[in-house]
């Protein structure tokens, strides 16, 4: 018996999506920009039998809590919404509908970068390409048609400011594709890497200036292996889970470092680039400053920031709670950090950090309690966070464990 996607979630994309005069992304007026990211949703598994259909309508409550408790601009889905390994029949189109419903429920857009599992069995991410774009909040795109080996989630997106001038934007984003699954090479191609390097100097070129940007990449990079090996993550420094050996880009294909030097070198020398963020090792959601050689890179990170996200889905491994990375923006200290934090399914926020020029020299110390900031504390505050020196983040929905940095 195949029990196969929930017929209940399974909804055609013209009813579940709104029609939009603007799919612009923008910075709100009070300056700030939001983003969520969910890793590893991991949508299919378990199929054939009934546990299949409710892991996968527990990682919809996920997504749906995460984001009903944040006030985001954009989603980012990075990487391994579905697991191909656990599918049986060619429906895998009909698990994307399930994995865009909650965020489809809330009004919200979003980006995607495609992860391993993604293209696999039945799993396409040419197929779940064009599922997406029967939805008018799907900005996922392919920039690079025609190059079946450079994968296929590989474009940008510009973020502009609240005003409506559309000049020149206030960030980049830049979605990566490092492929895996059936096609053996689990990392961005050469062949990205040179698109990336050439349009991001045309962009420069174009409006004069280096613009801020994030990346989105499901496998991380081997700095992020480099780093867990030497120095080492230290709790204090670097806070976060880190439960599990990075699977670096490279490591599926042949179990060797190198292979993703090209994509390495190109971030670390792309000016403005202020962190990247990826998925794949489902017990790990810790960030560092990338600045030293290795053994592989023979050029240092330039201080860009690394981060993992935290692992979202029921399905695939794991026993860590689920939830979210958030990731916050403000205008007028866009040059020199990003604040993110954690959000689990149950509102709690283990772990905030502000990635900042000191970020790695930093110390966080959880405190042992919980702060519950009821709404009606901030009345006229809206839902955005409001940042309190000394503290982090707090903010009208928020239930915190704060970490404080000294």
Known sequence: MIFGPLSWKHRPPHALSQPSDNQVLRFLQDGTFQ?????????????????????????????????????SQLVVLNGDLISGYGTRADNVTLYLDQVVAPILDLGLPWATTYGNHDNQAYSRSADLLRREQDYKNSLTQNMIPG?????????????????GNEDVPEVILWFFDSRGGDEPHDWVDDSVVNWFKETNANLTQQYQKTIPSLAFFH???????????SPGVNP????????????????????????????????????????????????????????STTANQASAGDGV????????????YGNLARGGRQILLRQETLTKE??????????????????????????????????????????????SLQIVPGLGLTGARDILSLQVPT
């Open 305 to 316: 920031n690394v981060c993992y996200g935290r692992h979202t889905g029921y399905g695939g």
């Open 236 to 291: 204090s420094k670097e806070p976060g889970i880190d439960g599990e050996k990075v699977w670096w880009q490279g490591r599926g294909f042949d179990d060797q470092t190198g292979h993703d030097v090209s994509f390495m070198t190109a971030l670390s020398n792309t000016d403005g680039l202020l962190a990247t963020f990826s998925g794949h090792d489902h017990d790990n959601d810790w960030c560092f400053k990338w600045k």
């Open 35 to 71: 983003i969520t990211v969910f890793s590893d949703l991991h949508f299919a598994e378990d199929e054939d039998s009934i546990k299949g259909p409710m892991k996968d309508a527990r990682t919809a409550e996920v997504v749906k809590k995460v984001l009903e408790r944040g006030s």
């Open 147 to 163: 190059n079946s080996q450079a994968g296929v989630s590989n474009y940008f997106l510009p973020v502009y400011s609240a005003s």
């Open 219 to 229: 496998i991380p990079i081997t700095a992020t292996y480099d780093f867990q090996t």
């Open 338 to 383: 990003v604040i993110t934090w954690i959000r689990l399914e149950d509102g709690l926020v283990p772990e905030n950090v502000t990635l900042n020029a000191t970020y790695g020299q930093d110390e966080y110390h959880p405190l042992q309690q919980h702060i519950e900031l009821k709404r009606s504390e901030f009345e006229g505050a809206g839902n």
